[in-house]
């Protein structure tokens, strides 16, 4: 059962699920916020989290092995995709890792952490921005919003509440089998060169494909391929400092 609570400011959504989380609070508890002060993306970047834009955590405590936890962001990248496309027939598309594209701009961002012990699965906190009502592209050239693509004002709560169900649906069915190479039929990153950026360093090349456990394989300027855990991506032409 879906548990949601709002707040209409907090530093993060991923810091008070991370809270709750620790406090033994139920599966699939989330946590919304009207605005953040300290919104995170991947590798430490800031979020901006103006209002307008939808901004929560799921708290899942899946009875999954941890092996097949990266599954379960592919699954809410994927599902998010599909219910940008059937609620606005728009063409939304999914980037490695995670991120959401409409004609090439950034929607919606997304960070996950998970905790633990041994093979067991404590909990994973899924945190997702998507700019609803809100214009980024003033300070991220590379993003946009849902109002400005469809040029009007859209019910977060109804994209929240169908997001939601859809993802509960997909997550009791347990079906992680065919995420991966489903999520492949939506992405825009694959045969198309990419620039990955971690703490410890640049990797340039042609993304080929994506395994099952998430992890993206570029080839290399020298035909060699090299496989890619975690990252941020960048497509050929893309801003480097994207959110």
Known sequence: MIQILYYP???????TAKELARKDCPDFTVIVAGRQTRGRGR??????????????T???????????SSRLNFLASLTLARVIREMFQIEAAVKWPNDILVDGHKISGMLS??????????????????????????????????????????????????FLAEFEGHTKRADFENVISE?????????RRVKIVTHKEVSEGLAVDVEQDGALILELGDGTRKKIVYGDCFHQGECFESQ
């Open 183 to 191: 999520w492949k039929r939506y992405t825009v990153t694959l045969n």
């Open 43 to 56: 590798l430490k970047r800031q979020w901006l989290s103006d209002d307008g834009g939808l901004y929560f």
């Open 113 to 162: 952490e998970l905790e633990a012990e041994t093979d067991r699965i404590l909990f994973i906190n899924i945190g997702m921005g998507i700019n609803v009502n809100n214009d980024p592209s003033e300070v991220e050239p590379g993003a946009s919003s849902l109002k400005k693509i469809i040029g009007r004002e859209i019910s977060k709560k109804m994209l929240l509440t169908r």
């Open 58 to 68: 799921m708290v899942l405590r899946p009875d999954i092995p941890v092996l097949l």
């Open 9 to 15: 400011e907090v530093s993060s959504t991923m810091d």
